[in-house]
């Protein structure tokens, strides 16, 4: 499927296979287009439920467009709010500087830890969040608080 000049993979009849044995699901949603930040619900719900113990993590693209933002702070923190997924924002252009090494360790760290939480609730060490019910209706916020 062709949208918009992105390409995606539709994989329906195979999601099932597909996430049997997966320890991790990352999803991806671009700051700069609030279309693919709206889809996140749809396609968490499609790909996995909320008793399955598969970890979720959504990465938040070009984070350094910061003029070009169309999601806000505010639709971040709400939807970790709701969801209880953390949302990792990543830079788009590499700037192979020290920062950048650290960008992409404090990435990963974050992906481990969310996988370590994981394996502490299977094994019984911790209880395991509740999501907030998604809400009937979506409240459209107007800010100009971006990212």
């Not at 949603?29 to 930040?37: A, E, G």
């Not at 008793?51 to 984070?63: G, S, W, Y």
Request: charged share 25%; glycine share 2%; hydrophobic share 35%.
């Amino acid at each position: 499927m062709h949208r918009e000049g992105r390409l995606y993979f539709v994989l329906y009849p195979t999601l099932q296979t597909c996430t049997e044995k997966v320890d991790c699901i990352l999803f991806l949603f671009s700051l700069v287009d609030k279309s693919s930040f709206e889809e996140l619900h749809q396609q968490i719900s499609r790909l996995s439920n909320p008793q399955d113990n598969i970890a979720k993590i959504v990465i938040a693209t070009k984070c350094d467009q910061h003029a070009h933002s169309e999601v806000t702070q505010r639709d971040i923190r709400d939807f970790e709010k709701t969801w209880k997924i953390p949302i990792v924002k990543v830079k788009n252009v590499p700037d192979s500087t020290q920062a950048d090494i650290n960008d992409t360790v404090l990435t990963l760290n974050t992906i481990c830890e969310h996988l370590w939480q994981r394996d502490l609730i299977l094994a019984g060490k911790i209880p395991k969040p509740q999501r907030v019910q998604e809400p009937d209706t979506v409240k459209r916020i107007t800010s100009d608080e971006y990212v």
